[in-house]
C-alpha cells in the first residue's frame, strides 16, 4: 500500500537518509527503530509527506506522493493519514473533543457530526471524561490517547506515530501503546511508530532497523499480546528474516 525506494536527504552536510527502502502493507503494524541520529523521523516524515526526499519516491496505492505540491500533499495527509507525535502536539486553546474534531471541521464535516464522532473516539479511547477539559488539564498518558483519538477520527490508512511514548512513564506508555495498536487492529488501519524503546517496537508485526540513514534489518515477529483485550487475539510469531 505504501512503499518508499531509494530514499536520499540530507541537511546541511549531514546525510539522513541514504538509500531507504521499504513497504507498509494495508493493515500492517511496523516499527522503524534505530539509534539517535539514524534517520527514522526523517523516514517517517518523508513517509507522511511532510518532507519531501531529494531523491527517490513514495507511492501510496502506486501514486507518487514525493512529486505532489504542497497544497496537494497537505490534502493527501489530511484525508488518509493520522500522525500522533511525542508531546500530542494538541491545540491548547481548545477542548479535548474540540481537537478531535477539528481535522473533521477540516475535511468539511459538519459541526455537531464532527463533535459526536470525536466524543465517540474519545469514549472507545477511554479519556471520555477529559472532552471539555484542554490540554492543560491533561495528565500526559491523557494527552496522547486524545492525539491518538484525533489521529484515528478521519479513518485514515496510516497511522504515523512519532515516539508517541516517549514523554511518559511506562505505565502510561503502555495504555497508549495498548490503545493505539488496539484500535488499529480493529479498524484494520496501518500504523508505522518510531522508537528507541524495545518494549514499543514488540507490538509491530514486523521492525526496521535503521543505522546511519540506511535500513540495517528487519526482522518479523508476533504481534505483542497487549491490546488484545480491545482488539483480539495478536498474530502468530514469526522469525528474524535479516
Known sequence: MLEARALRKTFGRTTALDGVSLE???????AITGPSGSGKSTALHCLAGVIRPESGEVRLDGRRVDTLGEDARTRLRRENFGIVFQFGQLV???????????PLLFNRHGRQESSRAARSWLERLDVAGCA?????????????RVAVARALAVGPRVIFADEPTGALDS?????????LVGTARESRTALVVVTHDNRVAAYADR???????????????????????????????GEVTA
Open 24 to 30: 507498509i502493507g494495508e493493515g500492517e503494524i511496523v
Open 92 to 102: 491548547p486553546e481548545l477542548s479535548a473533543v474540540e481537537n478531535v474534531a477539528l
Open 132 to 144: 471539555d477539559l484542554r490540554p492543560g488539564e491533561l495528565s500526559g498518558g491523557q494527552l496522547q
Open 171 to 179: 505505565l502510561a506508555g503502555e495504555q497508549v501503546m495498548d490503545a
Open 207 to 237: 521492525e526496521i532497523v535503521l543505522r546511519d540513514g540506511a535500513v540495517a534489518g528487519t526482522s518479523t515477529a508476533g504481534a505483542s499480546t497487549a491490546g488484545a483485550s480491545v482488539a483480539g487475539p495478536s498474530a502468530a510469531d
